[in-house]
């Protein structure tokens, strides 16, 4: 082995090692967020899963149950109860697809939108403020950077 191959063969640890140990500290953070944002939510409003089946549809338009199933990680099924709900209370609707008359796409209302904006809106009200109060301007502008990052990495293939 030359001493360039040992070289990158170290480099590549040292990465590994300085990823392993970022992803730990990530993963804290963003659970130790995550269940403070769970504490700021309104407990009379939509379901955790409610909201994010909301948020897709915010951000893709339209998308099969399938697709939905798939962002969400679980099974279809899983989601018929959800979905249900939603539709029953006019958050969003069916339409057929355009290529294949057999499916059906799902698309937000605007009572969806208002119901996301309510929700969202509260959360990060309690966020802002703690951002504000908590961190340098250089911090928060960090955090806006990693709210990005963080999107990629939660649409990342599973290995």
């Known amino acids: 082995m030359s001493d360039e191959d040992s070289s990158s063969q170290a480099a590549a640890g040292a990465a590994a090692t300085a ?3 970022a992803a730990s ?4 953070g963003v659970i130790s967020l995550g269940r403070r944002l769970r504490l700021e939510r309104n407990e009379v409003g939509r379901t955790a899963l409610e909201l994010s089946v909301l948020g897709h549809l915010h951000r893709r338009d339209l998308l099969s149950p ?3 199933a798939t962002a969400e990680r679980v099974q ?5 109860r959800t ?3 939603l539709e029953a209370a006019g958050l969003v609707r069916r339409e057929p697809d355009p290529d294949d008359g057999r499916r059906s796409l799902l698309v937000i209302t605007e009572p969806g939108r208002a ?3 309510t929700e969202m809106a509260q959360r990060d009200a309690w966020l802002a403020e703690a951002m ?7 911090e928060i502008g960090l955090l806006r950077l990693a709210g990005g990052l963080l999107e990629r990495l939660a649409d990342a293939p599973q290995p």
């Open 19 to 21: 990823a392993a140990g």
């Open 83 to 85: 979905l249900a709900a």
């Open 115 to 117: 119901a996301l904006r």
């Open 25 to 28: 500290e990530l993963r804290r």
């Open 132 to 138: 504000t109060n908590g961190l340098t301007s250089t």
């Open 76 to 80: 279809p099924q899983s989601l018929t």
């Open 66 to 68: 399938g697709e939905l």
